[in-house]
């Protein structure tokens, strides 16, 4: 499968975007998950947000190339990692 040049720079710059996005979601984990044990229904709302951020996200990625999509998702990983090794 032979990319094109707008498709590898899409790839390219989809790794720090997934990177960026997978950080915000992971590292808003602690505050929802604390909402969540207090009782407050605003975890909820901010979990469903947390969902819907990452897959429009992914969404996005998609729509372009699978390439692309395979590179974002690789940053989110990427961003998981940062952020899990962040909160110890």
Known sequence: MNAEPATLAAA??????????????FAS???????????RISGVALQ???????G??????????PVVLLAG???IMAGRACALR???
């Open 12 to 25: 390219l710059a989809a790794l720090p975007a997934g990177a960026l996005a997978g950080w915000v979601h």
């Open 29 to 39: 984990l602690r505050r929802v998950t604390s909402l969540l044990v207090a009782g």
């Open 48 to 54: 469903v947000g947390r969902f819907a951020l990452l």
């Open 73 to 75: 998702s690789a940053g």
């Open 56 to 65: 429009g996200v992914l969404w996005l990625f998609a729509q372009w190339h």
């Open 86 to 88: 962040r909160s110890g």
